[in-house]
């Protein structure tokens, strides 16, 4: 699915970083200091509720949006990662990929 999104999102003309796991993303997101982040929860090595809270307690990344882009839909897990953090709440199976790139650009052109 990244692929199909990475595609998406470069004909949209946004530049994209893929971390192949969760232990890429906090120095991915240093090295380029993305408009914005997206999070899929189920990632080998270090799972993405953990990134989030990662990204959130580093003074360098606390403020770029993080939309958590996942096939869990539980409210349970749905509740604490907006509470951790998250700006945005998506479920694969639940939103076309326009509709994730109209979120994405919501949050990329709200000043931070």
């Given at each position: 699915l990244y692929r199909v999104?990475?595609?998406?999102f470069e004909?949209?003309?946004?530049?994209?970083?893929?971390?192949?796991?969760g232990e890429e993303v906090v120095p991915l997101a240093k090295k380029f200091m993305?408009?914005?982040i997206i999070l899929d929860l189920l990632l080998p090595?270090?799972?993405?509720?953990?990134?989030?809270?990662?990204?959130?307690s580093?003074?360098?990344?606390?403020?770029?949006?993080v939309i958590v882009l996942s096939n869990i839909g539980e409210d349970?897990?749905?509740?604490?990662?907006?509470?951790?953090?998250?700006?945005d709440y998506l479920v694969k199976?639940?939103?076309p990929i326009?509709?994730?790139?109209?979120?994405?650009?919501?949050?990329?052109l709200k000043p931070r």
């Open positions: 999104l990475q595609e998406k004909d949209e003309n946004f530049k994209v970083a893929i971390a192949r796991d993305p408009d914005v090595k270090i799972g993405g509720i953990e990134v989030l809270l990662f990204l959130k580093d003074n360098d990344l606390l403020n770029i949006p349970k897990t749905i509740k604490e990662v907006l509470v951790l953090g998250a700006v199976t639940e939103h326009n509709e994730v790139v109209e979120t994405i650009n919501k949050y990329i």
